[in-house]
């Protein structure tokens, strides 16, 4: 258990590294791009190949674990997140839009892909890791997920602090070289206790004959794409038309307090989610009672966007009343979105056998991304054709799809549940 506990931090530690540098990197390219006069759909585009990259990477990735180990696609995804924060570095003002575009699209696909290793390597490793007792699995999954979001909202809030400060070049090399400096660490520091691979491992495992893994899948994309509508580009552009007085310092000020925002609504999710074991009272439930909350949980959120969103829609002109509503109304939604996270993220280790668990965390984890690449191209569009009320309303829409996805959920025998060390 020892060598378990030391494995496990080991492993969360290097996660929060990638993800303070992914938060950070995100709010830069959005902001930086912002005020060189993108539209929300070029915006759009920047982000769209990371998340195809998040799909093909979450689909191959359980398959690659299997077959050379956890620590070896830990470690490929923190050094491909050094190869791209340098690679920004290289952009050059004097490029053409669309060759600003096509390279940031590039470097950000290399991205997507060292997020998904690093994720799909995290999360296995705590099905692998947790104690076996009830409720024991639940805690170590919420503990590290809930972690890492709190971690990147700091990210979010650091890009958007650095992009005023230092500027974009600067930012990203000085994240490359702390991230550096932190694989070395980690590599040296590691201990034992992960999975080394197979060689038999097959790619065509990767598909799951779960019917659960499969709905809760279904019902994963629909959930993240009703974040990302309006995370992604709605919002963060919305309160910039709302904020931004024409003036330099007031340019700093709408950067600074979109940071704010965008890094109190993670931290606030990656509390909630590191909580949820509790507030949902884990150890005192069995599978079946968690599967059942995660069908009353998703419907819990379909009102807050469609309120929201028609809120919007009714009022002509921006004012302070309806941004602090909005900011309250997704916070709301934030806590309640990092419970239904949670139950998700802790069923898909649930419903996997140790044999099996990097292939259907990485089915899952593909789902999860092709989620946020439709929110990203959603978020673009809708808020280009109907701005901030689309983007809301089209949330509450996707919202509806992934309950219905929570709804087909069942409860099988608990020896099939029942948590493996491997």
């Known amino acids: 258990m020892e060598r378990a506990g030391a494995a496990y931090v ?3 530690a290097a996660y929060w590294a990638f993800m303070l540098t992914d938060g950070a990197l995100r709010m830069l390219v959005l902001l930086h791009f912002h005020t060189l006069g993108f ?3 070029q915006l759009a585009y920047l982000f769209v190949l990371y998340e195809v990259a998040g799909v093909v990477t979450n689909l191959s990735a359980g398959w690659i674990a299997a077959r050379f180990g ?26 053409t839009v669309a060759a600003s575009v096509v390279f940031v699209m590039a470097v950000q696909g290399a991205s997507g892909v060292a997020k998904d290793l690093a994720k799909m390597s995290a999360k296995s490793a705590v099905k692998l890791l947790a104690p076996a007792e009830q409720g024991g699995l639940f805690r170590w999954v919420a503990l590290l997920t809930g972690s890492k979001n709190a971690v990147k909202g ?4 650091i890009g958007a602090v650095l992009l005023g400060l230092v500027g974009l070049k600067t930012a990203v090399l ?30 065509r495992e990767v598909f799951s004959k779960n019917a659960n893994v499969n709905w809760l899948s279904f019902a994963r994309v629909f959930l993240f794409a009703a974040r990302d509508v309006w995370f992604v580009v709605g919002i963060p552009i919305y309160f910039y038309a709302v904020l931004f007085d024409g003036s330099e310092a007031g340019n700093r000020a709408a950067f600074f307090t979109i ?46 966007p469609a309120l929201l969103a028609a809120l919007v829609y009714v009022t002509p002109e921006p004012a302070g009343w309806l941004t602090l509503t909005i900011i309250a109304g997704l916070l709301v939604f934030g806590g309640l979105f990092a419970i239904n996270s949670a139950l998700h993220s802790y069923l898909i280790l649930a419903f996997s056998s140790g044999e099996r ?29 109907g701005g901030l009320p689309l983007c809301l309303g089209t ?9 219905l996805g929570a709804a087909r959920l069942q409860h099988v025998a608990p020896t099939s549940l029942t948590p493996e060390r491997g």
């Open 10 to 12: 080991a492993v969360t």
């Open 39 to 41: 539209s929300p759909v």
């Open 70 to 95: 956890l620590t070896s696609t830990l470690y490929a995804g923190l050094a491909l997140q050094v190869a791209a924060l340098v690679a920004l570095a290289q952009l050059d003002p004097s490029w």
């Open 154 to 157: 700091f990210g979010f809030l």
């Open 174 to 203: 000085g994240m490359a070289a702390i991230l550096a400096l932190i694989l070395v660490a980690i590599v040296a520091k590691m201990p034992g206790g992960l999975p080394v691979g197979r060689k038999d491992a097959k790619f």
């Open 259 to 304: 940071g704010s925002f965008m890094a109190l609504w993670i931290i606030l999710y990656g509390a909630v989610q590191a909580a949820a074991p509790r507030l949902l009272k884990a150890r005192a439930r069995d599978e079946a009672e968690i599967i059942k909350s995660a069908r009353h949980w998703g419907a819990s959120l379909i009102a807050i």
């Open 357 to 385: 668990v990097t292939m259907d965390v990485g089915f899952y984890y593909m789902a999860n991304a092709a989620g946020r690449l439709l929110g990203t191209v959603l978020s673009g569009l809708s808020y280009q054709i």
């Open 395 to 403: 949330a509450a829409l996707l919202l509806i799809l992934s309950t």
